[in-house]
């Protein structure tokens, strides 16, 4: 295929996608003022709702605005040979082609963090600060990004470096190396991320001795769950919303509840929570989606390996030289139709998995507790009770809260 025709499906695919989200965001956003299900009635009262639908409106407003800068700008970029531009820059630094693709990588995305700068700022201090939730610092905000600026760096960096390196030497059978790299990578971080990577950014505690942690080792004892490791984490650091996740394996695995999550439920509405986060481990989710994610990047890796060297991808984006990181970038416009599809079914695995954790709970635990703790949690972060079934099929990792409380209430 010559470079033109690739330019021009290059700049489809962009812009369709594009405008299917923009239609599903729409077709969404009407649904806004739907009237509250029957079985959710408890969830808000009148100003409460109304409140809600201000910030799901005030959201969407600002969303297809930061959406229409961030295409335009790509499609720009990629009209005006701005990737070329770069390229330039990076070639006059050296002519190594690690250091240049690292070159050529941090230039686009800090340019692109900064850029995009304004929109998170306002988003933080300007719409969540008006409905309650920013509890951000101007401190933190600006330390959040060096910080996630020298993690790029250092770990994205060295990465990209190594798989360049692979490429150098290993050809077009350097996705072999890469695949195996990124999966130890994966499963590495999986391990340890709670002990590595979240202590940069937030303070965590064990939960101290009391009734709540009695009930919780309680729980875990009945369903021959071993739980040494259970933290707090001050996620009102940054948001007044709350949250909990599970992570790492056999020694490394521990709970992780946000002080937001501890502070706005009750005890045993804390408790079904985590019955929910220890269904996904006995149901080896966990696991599941680990070995989906690996297997997802093998295939990705290999399908790059086909077509990354071809010079075309490179002369697709205004760059006559071909190397691996221009059509390293090519490649990802190009795929971006199959990590949709991908998406998609990893999305309704997803909330396959968030059913079966739900009934875990309900059945070690009870129904009742998780299912006010939902309600709670979604009042807390005015979430969207009445959302459009294709933006949900879309966009949804989790089920909405009507489909989790059907669910929760079939068999009682």
């Avoid at 029957?38 to 409106?57: C, F, G, T």
């Avoid at 499609?75 to 240049?100: E, P, Q, S």
């Avoid at 691996?324 to 190009?334: E, K, S």
Wanted: net charge neutral.
């Amino acid at each position: 295929m010559n470079p033109k025709t690739l330019f021009y499906i290059i700049i489809a695919i962009i812009i369709i996608d594009f405008i299917i989200d923009k239609i599903l965001d729409t077709l969404n956003a009407k649904h806004f003022d739907d009237p509250i299900p029957q079985e959710l009635s408890d969830v808000y009262n009148k100003d409460e709702y109304e409140k809600s639908q201000r910030y799901k409106k005030e959201r969407y407003r600002f969303g297809i605005i930061t959406s229409t800068f961030s295409v335009l700008l790509t499609l720009g970029f990629i009209i005006f040979d701005g990737f070329a531009w770069v390229d330039d820059i990076a070639r006059n630094f050296t002519d190594n082609a690690i250091l240049v693709a690292l070159i050529f990588f941090g230039i686009i995305m800090i340019g692109s963090d900064i850029l995009t700068t304004p929109f998170s700022w306002y988003s933080t201090f300007v719409i969540e600060e008006k409905y309650g939730f920013n509890k951000t610092t101007k401190k933190t905000f600006f330390l959040d990004k060096i910080k996630g600026w020298f993690m790029m760096i250092i770990l994205g960096g060295g990465i990209l470096a190594l798989i360049v390196w692979f490429y150098q030497f290993a050809g077009n059978d350097f996705w072999w190396y890469a695949w195996i790299l990124v999966a130890v990578f994966s499963i590495f971080i999986n391990m340890f991320y709670a002990k590595l990577i979240v202590p940069l950014f937030n303070k965590q505690s064990p939960l101290e001795e009391g009734s709540l942690r009695t009930k919780i080792e309680t729980y875990a004892k009945s369903v021959g769950f071993t739980l040494d490791n259970i933290f707090i984490i001050d996620g009102s650091k940054r948001s007044t919303k709350a949250n909990a996740y599970f992570s790492g394996f056999g020694k490394e695995k521990r709970i992780t509840l946000f002080d937001t999550l501890v502070k706005d439920l009750e005890e045993e509405e804390i408790v079904a929570v985590l019955a929910h986060e220890v269904g996904h481990y006995k149901k080896n989710h966990i696991i599941v989606n680990l070995l989906a994610s690996i297997l997802t990047t093998g295939f990705t890796l290999w399908l790059l390996s086909l077509f990354v060297g071809s010079p075309a991808l490179s002369q697709a984006l205004g760059v006559e030289e071909p190397s691996f990181h221009i059509g390293l970038i090519a490649f990802g416009i190009l795929y971006s139709p199959i990590s949709e599809i991908t998406g998609l079914l990893m999305n309704y695995l997803s909330r396959k998995f968030e059913y079966q954790a739900d009934n875990y709970a309900k059945n070690t635990y009870g129904a009742a507790p998780l299912i006010s703790s939902l309600k709670k949690l979604t009042k807390n972060s005015l979430s969207n009770l009445t959302p459009h079934k294709a933006y949900v099929f879309m966009h949804y990792s989790h089920p909405t809260l009507l489909q989790r409380f059907r669910n929760l209430k079939r068999g009682l």
